[in-house]
């Protein structure tokens, strides 16, 4: 960790997919790796990787590389994957449930404990186990049961209101779905999924004919 | 444009944004913005608007501001949104129907044109009126309809290889929802959203405290 124990944003969004590209190096077996070899897996250049990797101690060792699966295990650390998550989830539609499944199997760290939505039509059903409650209930909810990350998958316009009410519930940290930018204070995280914008960002990409 | 025709990636990576403000600004029925306005609504700095927006001509006139309705079709034509994109999704599940109904709902110019599964459970069923294919006639469906962008909604390991497919068949652009990094050349163009790596990225933040 560096001294002021503060990593940049640009190396906490690359984190997440070394530990990726680690995890499939230990299915595989491998035990060490080179910050040269993991360039050519990454796509990163070695010299950006060992950059990278020596904000938190920098686990290599000249002629012999990194360790795997300690390097795996200290960026889960970093990460704050080393403690479990509840979730709940607003908004059941399509990507809501989409969003369900997916976490279910995704990780044992990241727990949906309920998903909410105002469609009499969607109250009561059940996704992957989790049965659909009335929206009018969250804040009762949030109170009895303290949430960590709210996932909003509802539309553009209701996204502030939802944000807002989880918030207010104790939620720290917004996984947001919606096609829009959700104004909070500076104690709560937010992370965007914003669709359209990686949509819009292909567009560009085939017209223009570049990678 | 610039001289060189070629505006950096990061920039690319705003434009969405821009424009998904500017959209907001003219249902608001506002014509004109300064960029420090524009700054509190995007959050950007209002130096670093001018120098985005200077890459492509630069509507801001002093004292008047960008023309929120010319700057949002200039923004639009640059991504490539003035035509339509024929687009092809591979897998069936939760996400694969959530793209399904997002891309339906939201711009005329992306047409999901066809949706693939291998679970025979689920070849025939309709999902928005679009019915799912057998992924066996993947290659035959490609060379009669020209599909320019493949969306991969399977698993991990099936990735890569669904991928490679999709570009025999002559699909430009890859948007990629497995969580995995895919391999291909450099005339396509590939777009992750790793729903992962997001959700890792809201632990450490909220793990930290930080924004």
Same mark, same amino acid.
């Given at each position: 960790?560096?001294?002021? *124990? ?8 690359? =984190? ?9 190096? +230990? ?9 040269? %070899? /993991?360039?050519? /897996? ?9 950059? &990278?990797?020596?904000?938190? *101690?920098?686990?290599?060792?000249? *002629?012999? !590389?990194?360790? $795997? ?17 509840? +979730?709940?989830?607003? !908004?059941?539609?399509?990507? @809501? ?19 909410? &939505?105002?469609?009499?039509? =969607?109250? @009561?059903?059940? #996704?992957?186990?989790?049965?659909? =409650? %009335?929206?009018?209930? /969250?804040?009762?909810? /949030? ?8 996932? #909003? ?13 989880? #918030?207010? *519930? @104790? ?9 829009? &930018?959700?104004?909070?204070? &500076? %104690?709560?995280? $937010? ?5 359209? %914008?990686?949509?819009?960002? =292909?567009?560009?990409? #085939? ?5």
């Amino acid at each position: 960790m560096k001294e002021n *124990g503060k990593i940049s944003n640009a190396v906490i969004r690359r =984190l997440p997919r070394y530990r990726r590209v680690l995890k499939e190096l +230990m299915k595989r077996g491998i035990e060490r790796i080179s910050s040269n %070899d /993991l360039s050519l /897996l990454i796509g990163y250049t070695a010299s950006q990787i060992r950059q &990278d990797l020596n904000n938190f *101690g920098g686990f290599g060792q000249q *002629g012999y !590389g990194y360790n $795997v699966e300690g390097l795996y295990a200290q960026i889960g650390s970093i990460l704050g994957l080393d403690r479990e998550y509840k +979730m709940a989830i607003i !908004g059941s539609g399509n990507l @809501g449930q989409a969003i369900a499944n997916y976490t279910t199997y995704y990780r044992a760290g990241f727990v949906v404990s309920a998903i909410f &939505d105002v469609n009499p039509k =969607l109250i @009561g059903i059940s #996704i992957n186990g989790i049965e659909v =409650l %009335d929206y009018e209930n /969250l804040d009762t909810f /949030l109170e009895e049961n303290p949430i960590d990350i709210g996932i #909003i998958c509802t539309t553009k316009s209701s996204a502030q209101d939802v944000a807002n009410r989880l #918030i207010k *519930g @104790g939620v720290k940290g917004i996984w947001n779905f919606a096609p829009v &930018d959700i104004e909070v204070n &500076d %104690d709560i995280s $937010v992370e965007n999924v914003h669709l359209s %914008d990686s949509l819009n960002t =292909l567009a560009y990409y #085939i017209s223009h004919n570049q990678k």
